[in-house]
């Protein structure tokens, strides 16, 4: 009876050792917001947040520092993260983001609106991600962009040297937008673009299939000199990375 009780008892409580170690962990494990810088005047942001079922997943957004002033490409996962963002943009660049623009209405991408306006940058998004962001529990932009067109530039002070938004129709989701900066040949395509190791087409929970590839071919045809592209949830690539994109939509719309 003893050696029974005694049993259970070391079950239980290596039980409740396994639990809260996982917790522990996990927030350990969990890596800070960085910047990499990939060319003059460009960064990527990355940062990480648990997703159930799919486990630990990196975000990216970008950094492009124009003549008219700092842009700030999707925010971090969190306010939290956002905060440790804007604080790391800070040091690196020596001034804040003077435009914050998102690129569709997911966590990933807008989960620390409230940090930026916090911070006095109210954010950017086309008006459909305003019109979806508070049924996800996400906090909307405070300006809209794209109204009533396809193409628009921001912070730029003659020619093309600012950063170019893109709305290509529903891919990932129905408001996904790419952002173009000229001068570097950087193209972000978001969760538009899939990394080149993809093997298909990520979330579609949100997305339009039948739609994707024709909105990935739309991008390839607006930025024929874009060489660098850089997608959400991977390592960033050339331009072969858009045929992948095209290729695995093409797969998966037939295979509805
Ligand atoms: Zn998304």
Redesign the pocket.
């Known amino acids: 009876m003893l050696k029974k009780f005694l049993a259970a008892l070391a079950f239980l409580s290596l039980a409740a050792c396994a639990s809260t170690g996982e917790k522990v962990q996990e927030a350990e494990t969990l890596p800070p917001p960085s910047l990499e810088k990939i060319a003059d005047n460009v960064w990527i942001h990355k940062s990480y947040d648990y997703v159930s079922g799919w486990g630990l997943v990196l975000s990216q957004g970008l950094v492009v520092k124009t003549e008219g002033g700092v842009a700030l490409v999707d925010t971090a996962w969190t306010d939290e993260e956002t905060e440790a963002l804007l604080s790391l943009i800070n040091a690196e660049l020596g001034e804040s983001p003077d435009i914050a623009i998102v690129t ?1 209405a ?1 966590a ?2 807008m989960g620390g609106m409230k940090a930026l306006q916090d911070n006095g940058i109210g954010g950017r998004a086309h008006p459909f991600t305003n019109e979806d962001a508070p049924a996800r529990g996400l906090r909307k932009t405070m300006f809209s962009i794209l109204d009533g067109k396809t193409r628009e530039m921001l912070l730029g002070l003659e020619g093309e040297e600012g950063v170019t938004v893109f709305y290509p129709g529903a891919g ?2 129905r408001d996904n937008i790419v952002v173009y900066y000229a001068p570097a040949k950087v193209l972000f395509g978001g ?1 538009l673009i899939r990394p080149g190791a993809s093997k298909n087409l990520g ?1 579609t929970a949100d997305g339009d299939v039948d739609h994707w590839a024709q909105a990935v071919r739309n991008v390839a045809e607006a930025f024929p000199d874009a060489e660098i592209v850089i997608p959400s949830h991977g390592p960033m690539g050339g331009r072969e990375l858009l045929d992948h994109t095209i290729e695995l939509a093409e797969e998966a719309a037939a295979a509805q």
């Open positions: 569709h997911h990933d991408k990932h989701t969760c979330n």
